[in-house]
C-alpha cells in the first residue's frame, strides 16, 4: 500500500503561480512512477504529468506543457507540480497518483494503483 497526500493547494489569480507538493508513505516511493491527474466540476479527471521511478523522463498534457514542471524527490519521498502563468482553466481538483515502475509513462488513469484524496486548485480573474 501507498499513502499520498496533496498539499500546496489554493486560490490565486491568472498568471500566477503554484507549488503542490504530494507526500507516499507505506511501500518504497522509488519503485513508482508517479502522476498528476485534474477534475474540475461537471468535466472528467484528466491527466497533467507524469515522472518516472527515477525521475529520468516526464510527460505532460498538452494543455500545461511549457507552464508546468513536475520533479520528485525520493528522499523526501514527494513529487512536486509547480505550476506558472496559471489560466482559469486550470481551476480543477489535483490528485497524485503512483503507478508501478515501467519505463514508459502513461496519462491513462486506470494504470495509477494509489491515489490522493486531492487538493483544490482555484485559479481567479
Known amino acids: 500500500q501507498v499513502q499520498l497526500v496533496e498539499s500546496g493547494g489554493g486560490l490565486v489569480q491568472a498568471g500566477g503561480s503554484l507549488r503542490l507538493s504530494c507526500a507516499a508513505s507505506?511501500?518504497?516511493?522509488?519503485?513508482?512512477?508517479m502522476g498528476w491527474f485534474r477534475q474540475a466540476p461537471g468535466k472528467e479527471r484528466e491527466f497533467v504529468s507524469a515522472?518516472?521511478?527515477?525521475?529520468?523522463?516526464?510527460y505532460y498534457a498538452d494543455s500545461v506543457k511549457g507552464r508546468f514542471t513536475i520533479s520528485r524527490d525520493n528522499a523526501k519521498n514527494t513529487v512536486y507540480l509547480q505550476m506558472n502563468s496559471l489560466k482559469l482553466e486550470d481551476t480543477a481538483v489535483y490528485y497524485c497518483?503512483?503507478?508501478?515502475?515501467?519505463?514508459?509513462?502513461?496519462?491513462?488513469?486506470?494504470?495509477?494503483?494509489?491515489w490522493g484524496q486531492g487538493t483544490q486548485v482555484t485559479v481567479s480573474s
Open positions: 497518483a503512483a503507478a508501478p515502475k515501467r519505463p514508459v509513462l502513461t496519462n491513462r488513469a486506470g494504470m495509477y494503483d494509489y
Open positions: 515522472i518516472t521511478w527515477s525521475g529520468g523522463s516526464t
Open positions: 507505506g511501500r518504497t516511493f522509488s519503485m513508482y512512477n
